[in-house]
């Protein structure tokens, strides 16, 4: 099935020691995004890929980066974890902006020790 | 370990009653209006979406209103089931071509 995968489910990482999540696709979808979602928060937006156009939140710390080497994939990486950016982290994808119909991965839930 | 989050708004139904979950929103130039649900341990799931130029539209055992005056929208879940139990969460967009931001979610519990 069609369908947006993020591996790893779980992933426990050291305070400070760099960690990649990681997104794929099999939709084919021109837009991919990530989330940061806390405990009984709603999920808040990072930054988004239209294509290979990278859209940055204003708000989102630059620990956080992103790549998208090609339609089907699209990583997170957080520099220098801190304690603060346990949460779990979804990706989602649309066809096009203006598509608000996203399909999202079931996320990965990272926690730093 | 994680920020401590704040407490989502909550809502206990009876299994086959309605439930009705409410969701005020701020911009009164928003022109799209959209519902997420989330089960517990999964990615949030598009449900239904609605038009300013409307005040209600239905899907399959959901229904949602709009009330442009007082910026309020609302889902309606007929004969909930316990597989509706869920946090929901509304989204507002203005200017439509744009990305969303979810709203604060609700925590629905059905109770069999």
């Known amino acids: 099935d069609a369908m947006v995968i993020q591996n790893p489910r779980y992933q426990v990482t050291q305070f400070g020691k760099p960690v990649t999540l990681s997104c794929s696709q099999t939709?084919?979808?021109?837009?991919m995004y990530w989330y940061q979602q806390k405990s009984s928060q709603a999920p808040k937006l990072l930054f988004h890929?239209?294509?290979?156009?990278?859209?940055n939140e204003a708000d989102t710390p630059d620990n956080f980066q992103s790549r998208r080497p090609n339609t089907s994939f699209c990583f997170l990486d957080i520099r220098s974890p801190g304690l603060g950016d346990a949460a779990m982290y979804l990706c989602?994808?649309?066809?096009?902006?203006?598509?608000?119909?996203?399909?999202f991965g079931s996320g990965t839930r990272l926690t730093v020790v | 370990g994680e920020s401590v989050g704040l407490h989502l708004p909550t809502r206990s139904v009876q299994e086959g009653d309605n439930s009705i979950i409410n969701c005020a929103y701020s911009?009164?130039?928003?022109?799209?209006f959209i519902w997420y649900k989330q089960e517990s341990g999964k990615g949030p799931q598009f449900i239904i979406d609605?038009?300013?130029?409307?005040d209600k539209r239905q899907g399959q055992r959901v229904t949602v209103l709009l009330n442009k005056t007082v910026k309020h929208l609302s889902l309606q879940i007929a004969a909930t089931q316990p597989g509706d139990s869920a946090v929901y969460f509304c989204?507002?967009?203005?200017?439509?071509?744009?990305?969303?931001?979810f709203g604060t979610g609700t925590s629905l519990t059905v109770i069999p």
């Open positions: 911009n009164s130039a928003s022109d799209y």
């Open positions: 989602a994808t649309s066809l096009d902006r203006g598509d608000y119909g996203y399909t």
């Open positions: 989204a507002e967009i203005a200017n439509t071509g744009n990305q969303f931001y």
């Open positions: 890929y239209y294509d290979k156009d990278f859209n």
């Open positions: 939709l084919n979808h021109n837009v």
């Open positions: 609605i038009r300013s130029n409307m």
